[in-house]
Structure formats: structure tokens, C-alpha cells
């Protein structure tokens, strides 16, 4: 029988999916190794603190303890703190900072949740047992956790070296012209928006096994992490170690999010256990730590503005952000509100002029990092917030408002105010499919139907861009071996997505070869090159860059296939596996080739860099319903139209759609992670921090648009792991407002909690917290 081979568009079964489901997973909490020790993180009770006193000598006797270690021992070992690389400023021109950011504090807590010291130990028991009982005297210091005080100048100080607690600060474009443009404006929209504070929750917490080669010093980390290459070199600055005396790597990952983008204290405490007690050191996060010291995300206050003419057409926007770093600075906390949020911040309007100006805040919270978006929710939401606001008061449809400021197909490519160039999508088609979708005109019955059992009915519309792709440039190396493995060197990062599958699907169809002959291989700093998986660059970098990885496969098969048949290279032609002297019957399996070659095999390595990122785009409309005697919010209906370009597995596009929808319904409706004002964590559980179920949600009607194919890759593919989770929050957002906006309700921030929302319908009023 012929093998089945996949194509491109092919709705293909996960091939992963066999594997996580039989309980085969590879993920660091299974593995062992023989002698390990097990770290324990003490950490900060305290939300902002001196450090008087740590009495190591209390515990070093007790049962299982081998070593207690102290912010002072990296010191004294020359362990750098984690680097910030980014090229921001502060306001007066200086690079942005903050106190450096160590594995061990220094001194001086922070927040809640830092650690302070660690200790190893023969069992995970024995390592908490004796953390718990560590002295560690402390001189409480004020705390400052609200974004708004926190950024005022007589506010408790973060940082020694700064005279506030502006940590990095950034403007964009023309804050005179737009100043002009609001002055001819007819009509001035002005919002006070809260993007609330999140903590990702992947199903799989944090962990970290670090393997020591006693003899050499040579160090493997078995770690979960979304760039393996990204890891390794932070560890090796920290460590100061040359590139060959470390190895990352990366197995299964029970989701990333972008939470495992970040470079955490515990990846750095980890190895040095292992190098200071020279055998492997093992650490897994509880639940509680993943909440109290993994990277929180969003956080930001957006007094946005919109000027209209008469007609409702944009004249400018003009935007003043708070955004929280948390206590510390890190490369995400700059990039997504400096770096990423302007990017997008005028969606898929035609918007003349913009200003923003945004102030990155310290506070005695975590730090933040990356979130699914990452930038993107940042800046669509306040955007289409002001639409929706801007249409009611000036008395015109959200569809109408819309229409008229969208970027037409006959400008693109389009450039945008920040320099960056959209260069395919149809975004009128694009919302007029979703409004027939979602029959906006049969909305009238649906909010009666609602209204006759007591209930509010909202509806709610908003349009998103995406800018994806991080770094543009990947790395692949494809091997044929003479066993009949065809392997695939990359260095993205499975976590969930489908990586497996769509990169043999297209190995399948370029090389005529059956899908189970392909092997996939990431995560491993000895065997891969690349940048990892974040920003949605997976497929339409990595896949683009397999695609040219291939042609120069091919060529080199073709080149050893010519001198093993003797032929002309022009002569040969590869066709279903095998390469050919065309016009013949002679010819050489792929795998008979690579079994005549040294060492049995063949590969090629090829490194690429794209011209350009995709930029997805859609429409997302949202129904609600609200019990105006609890206050409950109910999404009752949510369906998208989404401009994937070519989607290769249109079965995996939707279930990341529909899995960034679900985020993003959990932001609106449920998710806050919340401090007190001194710094204590009061949503430390999810007995607090309340996570979206499968029942709270409807079935999502979602379709893609597939007319407008990205034309800066060779698969005309656009990034699709995070457009979900953009364009749901405004639109369940603007449906909760709608809503309310019959009870004399003006303003709505998330989360839509049942007693927020039953005060505003008791007060019919703002509630901007």
C-alpha cells in the first residue's frame, strides 16, 4: 500500500497527541537522576524589607541538609544578577533601571515572593522542613503596590540610584500636531482604562534539573523553557561560562504562554547548587510559588483620548499609560508597553496623527513579564474601547464608526505611524463576513428573548492587528538517515501548539515521505540553532525557513545522488523520495543515499532571515448576559472572523483560536491578580484568582479568512498562537458596557466580578477599579 502523505491545508490529527494522552509526556518533574538533591526557595514574606540578619548556622545541622546558601555566596562566587538588555531611557535621558534584579537578594526584598536563600538537601521534605525553619531577621519598610501612588514623586522609593520610582519612560510621534487635531476636533472621546493584572497559569508549574559531569564541571539544565538558546546565553553571562560548558535542554512543555520566556531567579539558583555541590540538583515550583514569584502580566492604566471630525472620521489619538514593572526590570516589562503597545495601538485605522506617552513603574509586586500577546491586548483594547465609546456619544452604529476609518485594501502596503509596514489584509471584507456571521441584525431578537427572563443583553464588536515574529531570522538542519529517519533540527519550542505536526506535514509534502518517518527534534542547546517559540513566530518563521531549508536539502541530495549514479547534477530530479537521472528508470532512494555516506546520513544546515512579519487581523463580536439582581456576566455568544492567511493545519489554527479566546473571556470576566498596600498577595491560590471553565463558556463560532495571504514568507502564513486572546477582550468588554448602558452605566473595567457589577447597576455609575 502507498504511504499517506499530508499536505499543507490538510486538517491533520496531532501527532503529538498519541503520545501526551497515553501519559508518554517528557516533562522535567518525571525525570531523575541518580544522587539528586533537591533545592528549596526561602523567600520574602514581606513586601518591601532590609535584611538584618540570616542565621544559616540555625539549620545546617538539621536532617538532609547539605548546604544553605545566601544572596552573599553569589556574590562572593561572582554570579552576575540577570541582565536587561534593551535600550530604553528614563525620562531625563538616562537608561532605564531599576535595583539589579538577583537570583538571591541583596540586602533588600522587594516583594512578596522573592527568594532570599536556598537550601539543598537529600529529599524535597527535608528541604522544606528546614526552610521553614530559617531566621531571618527583617526591618519593614513602607510598601507601595498602586500603580498611580507608586509613580507620584513623594512615594516610597524602589530603587537607591533614581529619585522616583520611573524605572523607563518613552514617547511616540507628534504630541504638537495632535495637540492642533484635537483642537479642530468636533467631538473628543476621553476613557480611563484599567488592562488588569494577570498571572499566567500553564498547566504545568515551573521545574529545573540540573545534571553536573563531576570530572569536567560540564552542566546539562533539563529545563522548560520557550527559547533553550535564549537560556543559554543569559546563564552563561550570568555564570560567565563559555558556551560548550553548558547544555540546555528542553522536553515537553505543559504550556508557556510567554511565562516561560522570562529569565527566573530559580534557572539561576538551580545551576549554582549543582556547580557548588557537584552532583544534580532538582527544583519544582509549587503552585503557590508560580503565583507569588513567576512573572505577573499587564498591569497598565491608559488615559486614552480619540478626536473626530463631525462624521465620525479619526483625527488623532493621543494616550498617557502607567505600566507596571513590578520590582524589578526585565527585558518584557520594558519592550511590551515601550516596544510592542505602539505597535498596534492604531489597529486597522487609518489615524493621520498619534502621541502616547508611557512611564514604566517600579512597585513591591513580581515582575512583569510576557503574557499571550504580550502588547497586542495592550493596545487593541484601549483602541476599541474608544471606538465603541466614540460611536455612542456621538450617536452613530459601531459598524458605521468603523467603516469609515479602516485602512483600505488600495493603500496597503500601509505604513504605519511607528515606521512598520501591514502588507496584505482586507479588513472591510473581513468585518462585514463577521457581522453576517454573527446576524448583528437579528440582535434585536436576541436582547428581547434575554429581557423576557429578567436578563440584560449586550453585544459588543472589535477589530485587532497583530504584529508577530519577534526576531525574524531561524535556524534549521534536516537529516536523512539510512534507517529511514528523516529529522528535523529546529530551534522553535513545542509547548502545546502542534509543532510536531505542522512541521512534518510540510516535510511530508516537500519530500514526498510518509509523516512517521519524520522526526522532530527542538530543545537541545548541542543539537539545535534558533531563537525559540514566542510571538507567534513558529510557523511562519520557522515553517518558511524549513521551506528554504529544503531546497537546499534537495540540492545537496541531488549533488550526491549525481556522483553516486554518475550523472550531471542538472540532470537529477528529486520525485517521491527518490532522486532520479531524468529521462531514465535509474535512480537512488533518499535513505539508499544517505546509507552510502559517511556515517550513514546527510544533512544541510540553513539559516534565513524573512523580509517582513505577517500581520493577522480580524473581527471578533461578543454577546453577554447579565442578571441584574446578582450581577453575574454571562458570554453567551462569541464568534470571530480571522485573517490567518494560508493556514497549514486549519485544525490547529482553530484550537489556538479558540484557546486565546478562552484567555481572554477569563481576563474580562474573572482573572485579577490583586496586592495589597503592603505588598501582600491576597489572590495567591485558586481559591482567590478565579480561572475560567469549560462551562463558562459558549461554543465559538469562528471562521478564517484566507483571501489575503501574507506575502513576506513563502507560505503566505500568518502567526495565529495569540489573535484569539487580542480582539476577545475589547469585544466581551464593549458587550458587558452595552449592556449596562440602559441602567446609566458610562465606564466598565475588568474584571466584570458580580459585586462590581451590581454596584455599577445600583449607582449607575463609573467604577473605574
Known amino acids: 500500500m502507498k504511504p499517506v502523505l499530508a499536505k499543507r491545508g490538510q486538517a491533520v490529527q496531532r501527532v503529538e497527541d498519541q503520545r501526551l494522552l497515553r501519559g508518554q509526556g517528557r516533562f522535567v518533574d518525571n525525570l531523575n537522576i541518580s544522587g539528586q538533591a533537591y533545592l528549596y526557595v526561602v523567600r520574602s514574606y514581606l513586601g518591601h524589607a532590609k535584611i538584618q540578619r540570616i542565621n544559616t548556622e540555625s539549620i545546617s545541622q538539621m536532617s538532609g541538609v547539605l548546604a544553605v546558601f545566601i544572596g552573599e555566596d553569589l556574590i562572593r562566587d561572582g554570579i552576575l544578577p540577570i541582565p536587561v538588555t534593551l535600550p530604553y531611557k528614563r525620562p531625563g535621558g538616562e537608561p532605564a533601571l531599576s535595583d539589579p534584579y538577583h537570583a538571591l537578594a541583596q540586602g533588600m526584598v522587594r516583594f512578596v515572593g522573592q527568594p532570599v536563600a536556598v537550601v539543598v538537601a537529600e529529599s524535597k521534605a527535608e528541604g522544606l522542613e528546614a526552610g521553614e525553619c530559617l ?4 526591618e519593614e519598610i513602607p510598601a507601595v503596590t498602586d500603580l498611580q501612588k507608586a509613580a507620584v514623586p513623594e512615594a516610597p522609593r524602589l530603587c537607591d540610584a533614581l529619585p522616583d520610582n520611573i524605572a523607563a519612560a518613552h514617547t511616540e510621534g507628534d504630541a504638537e500636531k495632535v ?52 537560556l543559554h546565553g543569559v546563564l552563561c553571562t550570568v555564570f560567565q561560562l563559555e558556551s560548550q560548558q553548558l547544555r540546555i535542554v528542553v522536553r515537553d512543555i505543559g504550556g508557556g504562554f510567554g511565562t516561560k520566556v522570562a529569565i527566573h531567579p530559580e534557572d539561576v539558583l538551580v545551576v549554582y547548587a549543582a556547580k557548588k555541590m557537584n552532583r544534580p540538583v532538582k527544583w519544582t515550583a509549587t503552585r503557590t510559588e508560580e503565583f507569588l514569584a513567576s512573572i505577573h502580566s499587564r498591569d497598565l492604566r491608559n488615559f486614552a483620548e480619540l478626536a473626530c471630525d463631525s462624521e465620525g472620521r479619526i483625527l488623532a489619538l493621543r494616550m498617557r499609560t502607567l505600566a507596571n514593572t513590578g520590582a524589578y526590570l526585565n527585558n518584557p516589562a520594558l519592550f511590551i508597553p515601550l ?18 506617552d508611557t512611564n514604566c513603574v517600579l512597585t513591591n509586586t ?33 459598524i458605521t464608526i468603523r467603516e469609515r476609518n479602516l485602512i483600505r485594501t488600495e493603500s496597503l502596503p500601509y505604513r504605519t505611524l511607528v515606521g512598520d509596514v501591514i502588507d496584505s489584509g482586507d479588513f472591510q471584507d473581513v468585518m462585514k463576513r463577521a457581522v453576517k456571521q454573527m446576524d448583528w441584525d437579528g440582535f434585536g431578537v436576541r436582547r428581547s428573548e434575554s429581557e423576557s427572563r429578567g436578563l440584560l443583553r449586550g453585544r459588543g464588536l472589535a477589530c485587532y492587528i497583530e504584529w508577530t515574529g519577534g526576531d525574524l531570522a531561524e535556524t534549521v538542519r534536516i537529516e536523512a538517515e539510512a534507517d529511514g529517519t528523516l ?5 522553535t519550542q513545542g509547548m502545546g501548539q502542534g509543532l510536531e505536526t505542522v512541521f512534518s506535514q510540510l516535510l511530508s509534502e516537500q519530500l514526498e515521505i510518509p509523516m512517521h518517518a519524520i522526526k522532530i527534534v527542538q530543545g537541545d542547546t548541542d543539537q539545535v540553532k534558533g531563537l525559540g517559540s514566542f510571538g507567534s513566530r513558529s510557523l511562519f518563521v520557522g515553517g518558511s525557513v524549513l521551506l528554504e531549508g529544503v531546497k537546499d536539502f534537495l540540492q545537496k541530495g541531488k549533488e550526491l545522488a549525481a556522483k553516486e549514479l554518475e550523472a ?34 546527510f544533512s544541510t544546515e540553513t539559516e534565513k532571515e524573512l523580509e517582513g512579519r505577517s500581520w493577522p487581523n480580524g473581527c471578533h463580536i461578543a454577546e453577554v448576559e447579565i442578571d441584574p439582581e446578582t450581577g453575574s456576566v454571562r458570554l453567551v455568544r462569541h464568534g470571530t472572523v480571522d485573517d490567518t492567511g494560508n493556514p497549514i493545519n486549519p485544525l490547529i489554527v482553530e484550537g489556538q483560536l479558540h484557546g486565546g479566546i478562552a484567555q481572554g473571556a477569563g481576563q474580562v470576566l474573572l482573572e485579577h491578580s490583586v496586592y495589597d498596600s503592603e505588598g501582600q498577595l491576597l489572590t495567591g491560590s485558586f481559591m482567590d484568582y478565579a480561572m475560567p471553565r469549560a462551562d463558562d463558556f459558549p461554543f465559538f463560532e469562528s471562521s478564517t479568512y484566507t483571501d489575503a495571504p501574507c506575502l513576506t514568507n513563502s507560505l503566505g502564513a500568518k502567526g495565529v498562537g495569540e489573535i484569539g486572546v487580542v480582539g476577545s477582550i475589547p469585544a466581551i468588554a464593549n458587550a458587558i458596557l452595552d449592556a449596562l448602558w440602559d441602567r446609566g452605566v458610562r465606564n466598565f473595567n475588568m474584571p466584570a466580578h458580580p459585586q462590581k457589577i451590581w454596584n455599577l447597576l445600583q449607582n449607575g455609575k463609573n467604577v473605574t477599579d
Not at 500577546?373 to 452613530?396: F, Q, S, T, V
Open 135 to 138: 531566621e531571618i531577621e527583617y
Open 179 to 230: 495637540e492642533q487635531a484635537f483642537a479642530q476636533a468636533a467631538h473628543v472621546t476621553r476613557m480611563d482604562l484599567v488592562n488588569t493584572r494577570l498571572v499566567g497559569s500553564p498547566l504545568e508549574p515551573r521545574g529545573l534539573l540540573c545534571d553536573i559531569e563531576q570530572k569536567t564541571g560540564m552542566l546539562t539544565l533539563h529545563a522548560m523553557h520557550q527559547s533553550a538558546t535564549r
Open 339 to 356: 516596544g510592542l503597545m505602539p505597535k498596534v495601538i492604531t489597529s486597522v485605522y487609518n489615524i493621520p496623527v498619534m502621541y502616547l
Open 366 to 398: 513580581a515582575p512583569i513579564g510576557a503574557y499571550r500577546g504580550a502588547g497586542r491586548p495592550e493596545g487593541i483594547y484601549p483602541m476599541e474601547r474608544l471606538m465603541d465609546m466614540a460611536a455612542r456619544e456621538m450617536g452613530m452604529d459601531p
Open 487 to 491: 529529522s528535523l533540527y529546529s530551534g
Open 568 to 601: 550531471a547534477i542538472v540532470d537529477m530530479r528529486y520525485h517521491s523520495g527518490r532522486f532520479e537521472v531524468i529521462g531514465t528508470s535509474i535512480g537512488i532512494g533518499l535513505f539508499d543515499l544517505a546509507a552510502r555516506q559517511a556515517e550513514n546520513r
